[in-house]
């Protein structure tokens, strides 16, 4: 990256402040952190003046790579606590990897901008989800066994890897609309991060790996930079957010969250059609 210290010095400060928000999130919520980092990096990339076909692959993928080791570090604090559901990363395991190869494959075909929308449509999705779903309000009983169950493992990787997150932003509202536990639910969602993360960052520093007009210290689609500055803050926080998840009602936190994700959607849909 170009640029006297006084120009990076607050894409520095937004990074590590991207990596303390993001690793909270990813073990509170169990989201990864990707639907935070995601959009901050679009925008630094975009104050970069970084090409609009790649600033989105590139927010993409950096973020994945920073979900291994932020996922990793939230589902071992859950994995303690008891709340992964193993048999049902067993069972999704595979349809899970399946989407992501799915997710990374259409990435390769597809501009920044179809990025760009299908984020901030998912993210109002989840945003309204948050916000107006009551609480205990449940679709079914339990999650569909078989081919649907294999459907939806296959959804989550496909869209979650095209977002550049962790799985938990769709995985958790899923769960608990089939009557899981939120605290499961959420542990559960970590530990999936790990299944998308892994394959989804190799396919996107593959795809990037001869794209033109990359930033400087760029592996592929992922920033090499924005990772070291992001994930030891990111780590580090993950099991605050842990513990957190486990001592207090986190019912106010998914309303501001929400907004969040309302407004981070706006913006860019603004910058896709202004």
């Not at 048999?87 to 992501?100: D, N, Q, T, Y």
Request: charged fraction near 10%; include cysteine.
């Amino acid at each position: 990256m170009e640029g006297s210290w006084t120009e990076l010095l607050p894409i520095a400060v937004a990074m590590l402040g991207t990596g303390l928000i993001g690793g909270i999130m990813a073990g509170l919520l169990g989201v990864g952190g990707g639907i935070v980092i995601v959009p901050v990096l679009f925008h630094i990339l975009t104050g970069m003046g970084i090409d609009e076909d790649i600033r989105m692959h590139i927010a993409v993928g950096t973020s994945l790579a920073t979900i291994i080791l932020t996922s990793a570090s939230s589902a071992r604090s859950h994995f303690k606590r008891g709340s992964v559901d193993t048999a049902l990363l067993k069972s999704w395991g595979v349809p899970i990897f399946i989407g992501v190869v799915i997710g990374s494959t259409i990435s390769l075909f597809v501009e920044g901008q179809v990025l760009t929308i299908v984020f901030a449509v998912i993210a109002l999705i989840v945003s309204a989800n948050m916000t107006f779903r009551p609480d205990g309000w449940t679709v079914r009983d339990s999650l569909p066994t078989g081919f649907v169950r294999h459907v939806i493992g296959a959804g989550i990787g496909t869209f979650s890897t095209m977002m550049g997150i962790g799985g938990g932003t769709l995985t958790v509202p899923i769960l608990t609309a089939c009557n899981y536990p939120i605290r499961r639910a959420v542990g559960t969602a970590s530990a999936i991060g790990l299944i998308i993360a892994i394959p989804g960052t190799a396919g996107f520093i593959w795809n990037g790996l001869d794209a033109a007009n990359l930033p400087p210290f760029s592996f592929g689609f992922v920033s090499l930079i924005g990772f070291a500055l992001i994930v030891p803050v990111s780590v580090l926080a993950a099991p605050l957010g842990a513990r957190i998840a486990h001592a207090i009602p986190t019912g106010l936190l998914r309303k501001a969250f929400a907004l969040f994700l309302f407004v981070t959607a706006i913006r860019m849909f603004y910058e896709v059609f202004s």
